[in-house]
């Protein structure tokens, strides 16, 4: 990572800088790992590579300060920035269960065998379905664009009117589909020989948009406060219930899902101050 402010004027500062990134593929000491091919339906050689880990995460960062007027208490600000998150390794820990030999993931019905909690139930005998997990071998780290424009002015002394607009839009986040589904006309899988299969690709998109004003005094004569409002919407195809994420009705079109986010607040306000009350005669502060 590299970055340096360069000011470029006596009005103007502009803020430049890098980061590159590289997250590898998921791997086991002892190649107890493999992944399901989604393509042709088979799983992989236990220790192969499990995907293909991108090589090419740079992520520029730019931004700027211009204070135009001689007043000097106006200032312009603006930014856009991309930021690539870390690769979540915990996704990758149910692939050693695709290893023939060493552990599986089985469907089974609870009929099949009566479970008892303690002692555990003897479930050596219990046979069902293998139910693996895979990944897009064509990975792509989820990332996000960010920008903003604002403009800050000085009222008085010691109070700071903002207004700006902040915008950021999110690729590749990854989700969960169901990649072995049910034809609903023949009631059969894609693949008979497997059970539902837990499938990782990395395309949701979101997209936040929205305009925040602030008013801000510092203290000053026994007196500070923050008044903030935005009105803001935040669309996306990601979905989110009790934390965990959904997955799409359709997962051939997750495109579908596309819409407000469950997070979407259009109006918020928020407020705080502190009041250093007066001190009443004959009495402590």
């Not at 065998?113 to 990975?139: E, S, Y």
């Not at 023949?186 to 948009?209: C, E, K, Q, W």
């Amino acid at each position: 990572f590299v970055q340096d402010d360069f000011k470029a004027s006596k009005d103007l500062t502009l803020n430049m800088g890098l980061r590159y990134q590289y997250d590898g593929a998921p791997t086991e000491q002892y190649g107890r790992i493999a992944n399901f091919d989604e393509a042709t339906g088979t799983l992989d050689k236990p220790g192969t590579t499990v995907f293909d880990a991108p090589k090419l995460d740079f992520a520029p960062r730019f931004g700027f300060a211009w204070t135009p007027f001689s007043s000097r208490k106006t200032v312009f600000r603006g930014g856009y920035g991309i930021y690539v998150a870390d690769y979540n390794s915990a996704d990758a820990q149910f692939l050693p269960t695709n290893v023939p030999g060493f552990a599986h993931n089985y469907l089974a019905s609870l009929f099949q065998l009566p479970l008892v909690g303690f002692p555990p139930t003897n479930i050596q005998g219990l046979t069902g379905t293998m139910a693996p997990t895979g990944f897009n071998k064509d990975w792509k780290s989820a990332y996000t664009e960010s920008w903003n424009f604002n403009i800050q002015h000085g009222l008085g002394q010691s109070t700071v009117f903002q207004i700006g607009y902040v915008g950021n839009r999110g690729l590749h986040f990854s989700t969960t589909q169901q990649g072995n589904p049910i034809n609903p006309a023949t009631g059969l899988r894609r693949f008979p020989d497997f059970g539902g299969v837990t499938y990782y690709s990395a395309g949701l998109i979101t997209n936040y948009n929205t305009l925040q004003v602030n008013l801000k005094r510092q203290w000053s004569h026994g007196l500070m406060f923050n008044v903030n409002y935005t009105y803001g919407k935040y669309l996306d195809d990601v979905g989110n219930s009790f934390g965990v994420t959904a997955t799409a009705q359709d997962p051939n079109n997750v495109r579908n899902e596309y819409g407000p986010s469950d997070y979407d607040t259009r109006h918020a306000l928020e407020f705080d101050y502190i009041y250093d009350l007066p001190k009443p005669h004959g009495l402590p502060g």
